[in-house]
């Protein structure tokens, strides 16, 4: 895995012509179209396999990795309705990672876009461009790819998205433009939009400290000394009061909550009270709704 991140690394910074390697996901789709009556679905199986292809063949960077180093993440698309050749619905992002020394793998990502809109016909080819729009569908898988590649890269060294970062805004800046929902600025808190802010606005933008810490300061290192990497973790939590009192409405906070709070309640079943009481008067100011998860944490109770 550290081969992976350090090869990768220098090769996106020396941005070399001549690499050549895998492509650096392997994402799983699924198109859910229950809902949807009195339409074949052949077209959402069609649909389903154009995605797949689409996310798992296109190269989203210069980045090196080999084929058992892909980044692990899974596109649930529910369609609720067909009409006129547009679809709607939500769409269920989620990410992984290994964690070093360990056959355990974290969630970075666990998201679910509620704005999905998009036009498709059957067989309808899905064509890559950093320039331009292609289509709504596009742009929307773009804008993931970006955010799980920029998320994953963040969590092995400090700030290490910023290549993806910039690409995922440049896709939200192009959609923007054409008027398409889902994309607009303060249109809502939890909008494509709002998830770029979230990681790279200067207020919020502690959430990739934080991310970084976390995981290969905090999980990366548990294996070896469980009370050195928890430490890291519990030392990491201080960021997100900061987040809060300046936009205690940012889906970053969201997204955290769904990827972590399970994993936390398992991180802190062997820490010292005094970590578990920190964690939690962190942690239940934020998350009042999710005050029996967090009491876990503070009892010490594994999930």
Known sequence: MYRRFTIVLLAWLALLPFTVSAEELNCKVEINSDQVEGSSKQVFQTLEAAINEYMNTNKWSNAQFSANE???????????????????????????????????????????????????????????????????????????????????????????????????ANVVQMAQSSGETGWKAFEDTKNRSAVLNAFTEPSTKGFRDMIYQYHRNGLDEMALSPDKGRAAINASLDYLPKIHDVAPLSVGLSIFKDSKLDELVNVYSKATQSERDKAYDILQPIYPAENDRITKIKTGAEK
């Open 70 to 168: 892909k980044i692990e993440c899974r596109l649930f698309f529910t369609i609720k309705s067909y009409m006129d050749g547009v679809m709607k619905g939500d769409l269920q992002i989620q990410s992984t990672r290994p964690v070093y020394n360990s056959s355990y793998t974290t969630t970075l990502i666990n998201f679910k876009d509620t704005k999905i809109e998009f036009g498709y016909t059957e067989n309808e080819q899905l064509r890559f461009s950093e320039s331009t729009m292609e289509s709504q569908l596009t742009a929307i898988l773009n804008f993931y790819a970006y955010l799980i590649l920029a998320i994953d890269f963040d969590s092995f060294a400090l700030h290490g998205g910023d290549f993806f970062y910039e690409k995922a």
